[in-house]
């Protein structure tokens, strides 16, 4: 068995890929602050080569407290080949990056070994590029849809699919949800954590600033592109995973990718299992993926 029935049968098959190398930048003067940087990095790497990368939640915890507190200095990562990102010390992805000797790799793992050539792989929520950018490097006869509607972000993601000449990533600047429309957009301090308005909390003490977005379901998105074979899909919207999923039952019925979407409480995924048993898929264990987030997978 081959593709899509394989991926069935066998619940999702995670392909290795090479963890991306980290660079921090130097803080010039602050040489106890540098030291226990670079001591946590090689920590993290150690404890995801021992363990496979299944990181262990104690040992990421004890790393957190031994890490510095923000903000930190940027980290560059080279995601593969000669693509690298930056990423901001004062934003989560970047500690997180540190912690886990890569951002959420295990998932971009799983995602990778669902998609073959000449499929899609589409990135909700794409933030600065981190999934699209490692699927891209690594999947290069497959295209990538990264979806970012806030402005800003979707700029600077732009800018890193440009400086590392991935062609074949295309970028979608609109907010995916269950309707076409409009939609508000909070728009906290670290983009990582914008959220629909209602959908999510704020991170800070006070109210941030709201955006206007254009609004769209990834179906249309999907048909406006001619239905091309989608092979994996990610969903991390702060809140809002589920409104992305009900505008999408259609390509989902239809290309049976795999999914991986946050969910973060019992609750959280509880309501995932009601929206997609409905459109034929199960939540599936895979070692290694964090617990917040959930891997479905089509049933037979």
Not at 83 to 91: E, Q, V
Not at 188 to 212: C, I, N
Not at 248 to 260: H, K
């Amino acid at each position: 068995m081959t593709g899509t029935l394989a991926r069935q049968a066998s619940g999702p098959v995670a392909g290795r890929l090479p963890r991306p190398a980290l660079r921090v930048q130097p803080e010039p003067g602050r040489w106890s602050r540098t030291a226990r940087l670079h001591l946590v990095k090689g920590a993290a790497a150690l404890h995801a080569t021992a363990t496979g990368g299944r990181l262990r939640p104690r040992v990421l915890a004890a790393l957190d407290r031994l890490l510095p507190p923000s903000p930190l200095p940027d980290v560059r990562a080279v995601l593969g080949g000669d693509i690298g990102l930056r990423l901001d010390g004062t934003g989560a992805l970047a500690r997180i990056a540190l912690l886990c000797a890569g951002y959420e790799h295990r998932e971009c793992e799983v995602l990778a070994g669902a998609v073959r050539p000449g499929g899609v792989f589409v990135d909700v929520g794409a933030n600065v590029g981190w999934f699209s950018m490692i699927l891209a490097a690594h999947r290069p006869s497959s295209t990538v849809w990264a979806v970012e509607p806030l402005p800003a972000t979707a700029d600077r993601l732009a800018e890193n699919i440009a400086a590392a000449e991935l062609a074949r990533v295309v970028i979608h600047r609109v907010l995916l949800g269950a309707a076409d429309g409009t939609a508000e957009l909070v728009a906290t301090v670290d983009p990582a954590f914008a959220h629909v308005s209602g959908a999510g909390r704020s991170r800070t003490g006070t109210q941030p600033a709201t955006v206007t977005c254009t609004a769209t379901t990834l179906d249309r998105l999907w048909e406006d592109a001619g239905r091309p074979r989608v092979d994996a899909v990610k969903v991390d919207v702060e809140g809002a995973e589920l409104e992305v999923l009900a505008g999408a039952g259609v390509l989902l019925r239809s290309c049976r990718p795999l999914l991986v979407v946050e969910a973060p409480t019992a609750a959280h995924r509880e309501a995932l299992d009601r929206a997609t048993e409905p459109m034929g898929y199960r939540r599936t264990a895979c070692p290694g993926v964090l617990a917040y987030n959930s891997v479905l997978v089509p049933v037979p």
